[in-house]
């Protein structure tokens, strides 16, 4: 029969294993699997005293409990140590630590992540000094905003804390209508009625030129045949042109809709990476014209800067460079769709 946490031996030097797991249990609060692992590897007291943070780790215990056993540990052995932080705190599970990081201290979301993986709920956390911070990857910066921002809890009301939805590329922001694709097309332009003709770009109109000068063998030919030819404002030229201007459509509303699925820290982290980004004949986009900016500034920005199809291959350099590759490759995937269906639309007209 276990004794109560009253009757362990004062010193901790004269403690079972069995006493190190009850300790473990009922003061510290750790689950029952990792105070199960110290039982395992026979950690009695005389041992257990000399107990450095990466000893605990290398029990296979995530870094959010080993700190905070550590923590109890040292103020074990140099006496009783108070909270300087409100009760509340040390409620707040993993999930809740990751909203407060999110919603009030508004750091990367990759971090926030980070936290939440090595089991950091609220009575991990008021143990967490700088150098914990540090060793999961956080920067400097990060990691002294966390600590400030917890400190001044003491003096602020309790900070609500809102679930966050963790939405995915296959949730659609736009009205499903009865034909997704061209829906989407002709929603866009309705709101936007210019918004196509100003996302032309350079790159666009060097296409439909040298498509242009492609034609004028074959128009010559015809004419010394004797071959009537079609007028510019023919149904083929007005398809082709219906055809461009959808192919620039959708690489916009795909742009916006994987854009969607940012945080508000991860979009400002986007278009920090897109003021330093470099493209072949492209100046950098001024941090200026950036900041402020929505998805939809954002995403009118780069096609106007880049083009249509570059901004698609910009959009997605910068998705990876900022840890967010799910949604660059579901990009990837949304606009092979995308090419393949107006690759299709024009070996249609061809054949007309």
């Excluded at 492209?282 to 900041?291: A, S, V």
């Amino acid at each position: 029969m276990r004794r109560s946490t009253m009757e362990l031996p004062p010193t901790i030097e004269k403690w079972t294993k069995e006493d190190v797991h009850q300790w473990l249990m009922t003061v510290v609060k750790v689950q029952e699997t990792y105070a199960d692992k110290f039982c395992e590897e026979d950690v009695s007291g005389d041992s257990f005293v000399f107990f450095e943070k990466k000893d605990i780790l290398d029990l296979g215990i995530n870094h959010g409990p080993a700190v905070k056993i550590k923590f109890y540990l040292e103020s074990l052995k140099e006496g009783q140590h108070e909270s300087q932080f409100p009760p509340y705190v040390k409620n707040w599970t993993k999930e809740e630590v990751n909203q407060w990081l999110l919603q009030h201290v508004n750091i990367y979301s990759k971090y926030a992540e980070r936290l939440q993986e090595e089991d950091v709920s609220g009575d991990c956390l008021v143990c967490f000094k700088k150098q914990d911070f540090l060793e999961l990857d956080l920067k400097n910066g990060p990691a002294v905003k966390i600590l400030a921002e917890l400190h001044q809890l003491r003096n602020k009301p309790e900070p609500t804390l809102q679930p966050i939805l963790h939405t995915t590329t296959d949730q659609k922001e736009f009205p499903k209508p009865t034909q997704p694709e061209l829906g989407l097309a002709q929603a866009l332009a309705i709101k936007q009625p210019n918004f196509y003709y100003k996302t032309e770009s350079k790159t666009d109109k060097m296409v439909k030129k040298e498509s242009e000068k492609a034609q004028l063998p074959f128009q010559k030919v015809s004419e010394k045949e004797g071959i009537q030819q079609p007028k510019p404002q023919d149904l083929g030229a007005r398809r082709k042109g219906a055809i461009v201007t959808t192919d620039i459509s959708k690489i916009t509303v795909e742009i916006q809709k994987i854009l969607a699925n940012l945080y508000e820290a991860d979009l400002k982290d986007f278009q920090f990476y897109l003021q330093e980004y470099g493209a072949p004949e492209h100046e950098h986009i001024p941090r200026g014209k950036l900041e402020g900016k929505d998805i939809i500034d954002t995403t009118t920005l780069m096609t106007d800067h880049y083009g249509s199809k570059e901004a698609l291959q910009v959009t997605i350099d910068i998705l990876k460079e900022i840890n967010q590759r799910e949604l660059a490759h579901q990009l990837e995937k949304n606009m092979g769709k995308t090419t393949n269906a107006n690759m299709y639309s024009i070996w249609e007209v061809a054949l007309i």
